[in-house]
């Protein structure tokens, strides 16, 4: 990942260890015969790599009617940034964690995540790799298994809740605040990569026939990937179909998660249903509106939002705009 900021990784590992963490990556292996996983030959399948990405875990969670229960405290190590007093702070900090957690649960209805058992809090800062963050992830609890997931969320997180950007163009929260549209994006990794979606088969990841992002995997961008053996020449794709309109945001040409989950949270926070055919971001949008429960998550995370208060703020260019036409009136 070349970006200075991450929204999220996709982990695919127990919270308790403190090293080998991996996450999901944007290239795919082709080939399965698996008769459980209801795919032919050739379907693209996620080998689960690692990455260069190594969260420091600070407090870990069980979560039960929505209270999270310490489970365990982990101690700094020597990569650690976070200075070892604040650190030690952080641990006892149990009702700011649970606020965070409380936000999450407010904004997404529990029916719609009772696979998410675990609860994180990690050091944002991305030890081994200069001036990356990491303020939220999800993945399984265990690497054999989708029944369990374990959701992260940075000490810090807080600091952004009035934020409706970063420093970083590939990150487009429709004006929503940083915090209230990570929350979402999470949501979406988690309903596109659980057993409803998806088979883990000796470390792959194999998308249900007819799912959604077996659907997502036949657009032309992914087709392209696949047979493509050089990274520089996957990047330069990539660059390509984004300006072409195939993805969300820059953001989603990540990996095939972030573009699963980046389509989500778009299809959730986007008022109008987009007509089909007029561009591959769209498109894609429109295969959650063929799921009648991604449809049941979309209305009930609105009313949610609609009841605590929650709308998306001007963008920056709207901001100008409406200044200038009240200069104008006046």
């Not at 163009?169 to 998806?198: C, K, P, R, W």
């Not at 792959?204 to 032309?220: G, V």
């Not at 609609?306 to 901001?319: D, E, R, V, Y």
Request: include cysteine.
């Amino acid at each position: 990942m070349n970006n200075s900021i991450i929204i999220t990784a996709l982990f695919l590992l127990s919270a308790y260890s403190l090293t080998g963490f991996q996450c999901t990556r944007a290239s795919a292996t082709m080939g399965s015969n698996d008769p459980k996983s209801g795919v032919e030959k050739k379907t693209p399948k996620y080998n689960i790599q690692e990455d260069d990405i190594t969260p420091n875990p600070i407090v870990a969670y069980t979560i039960e009617k929505d209270q999270i229960y310490l489970d365990r405290v982990f101690q700094p190590t020597s990569t650690s940034t976070l200075h070892p007093v604040l650190w030690a702070k952080e641990t006892t900090n149990h009702d700011k964690h649970q606020r965070l957690f409380d936000l999450f649960a407010r904004i997404i209805p529990q029916q719609y995540r009772k696979g998410i058992k675990y609860f994180s809090i990690i050091d944002s800062k991305i030890n081994n790799v200069d001036d990356m963050c990491l303020y939220c992830a999800i993945g399984p609890q265990s690497q054999e298994s989708l029944a369990y997931f374990r959701l992260y969320m940075a000490f810090d997180l807080e600091d952004y809740i009035d934020g409706t950007y970063l420093p970083n163009a590939s990150y487009n929260t429709l004006g929503y605040d940083f915090l209230i549209y990570t929350m979402i994006h999470e949501l979406g990794h988690y309903v596109t990569m659980n057993n409803e979606q998806h088979d883990l088969v000796d470390g792959y990841l194999i998308p249900h026939k007819n799912s959604i992002c077996a659907q997502m995997q036949l657009r032309p961008f992914y087709k392209q990937i696949n047979n493509c053996s050089k990274k520089q020449l996957a990047e330069y794709y990539k660059e390509i179909f984004f300006k072409k309109g195939e993805f969300v945001t820059d953001y989603a040409t990540e990996s095939f998660a972030e573009d699963a989950a980046e389509t989500f949270a778009h299809f959730v926070l986007t008022d109008e249903r987009p007509k089909p055919g007029l561009n591959g971001a769209k498109d894609k949008m429109l295969l959650f509106y063929q799921d009648p429960k991604m449809v049941q998550i979309r209305a009930s995370i609105r009313e949610n939002l609609k009841n605590l208060g929650i709308h998306p703020k001007p963008t920056k260019k709207l901001s100008i705009c409406a200044r200038l036409l009240k200069y104008i009136i006046n």
